[in-house]
């Protein structure tokens, strides 16, 4: 499900012609198996740095 979302996100902001993230905040929780999952479709697309 988190990957849905990430998914989900990219499609968002492909159509609303948003091409970067100028901040991303975990809030202080561990990068877990969902935040992961949530966070490879985004950095895949090239908004998260890693």
């Not at 990957?3 to 809030?27: M, T």
């Amino acid at each position: 499900a988190s990957r849905r979302v990430g998914e989900e996100l990219v499609k968002a902001c492909k159509e609303l012609d948003i091409s970067e993230v100028s901040c991303y905040d975990r809030n202080g929780f561990a990068r877990g198996e969902k935040m992961m999952a949530f966070e490879d479709p985004v950095a895949q697309h090239g908004f998260l740095p890693r």
